[in-house]
């Protein structure tokens, strides 16, 4: 895995104390590809979002976005936010129903 594509992700890890956020996760979304977390309640997305936006740090791992590692946030490496569920205005919308916004 090299970090050219757009996102690489490589045996990253998280841990709070004892608890696992994620663990040896690995993964890359082509240019052009789309990519989606689709997991149970608990299972680590937001933790891995937070440390592909450069929120958190990860415990173990690595992560690039757009070439760069998740752990440099300068303005010009940000590419994007994080808005939990229960914030969004449109929280009416089914998650499966397309929606031109």
């Excluded at 594509?5 to 052009?32: C, D, H, M, Q």
Aim: charge should be positive.
């Amino acid at each position: 895995m090299s970090p050219t594509e757009p996102i690489a992700v490589k045996r990253l890890a998280k841990y709070y104390g004892e608890v696992r956020g994620i663990e040896n996760l690995t993964f890359t979304v082509e240019r052009g590809g789309v990519f989606d977390f689709l997991r149970l309640k608990g299972a680590g997305k937001s933790t891995a979002i937070r440390i592909l936006l450069g929120l958190l740090k990860s415990t173990d791992g690595r992560a690039w976005v757009l070439g760069h590692p998740a752990t440099e946030r300068k303005n010009e490496h940000r590419f994007g936010t994080m808005l939990p569920a229960k914030w969004m205005a449109v929280n009416h919308l089914q998650k499966r129903k397309p929606t031109a916004l």
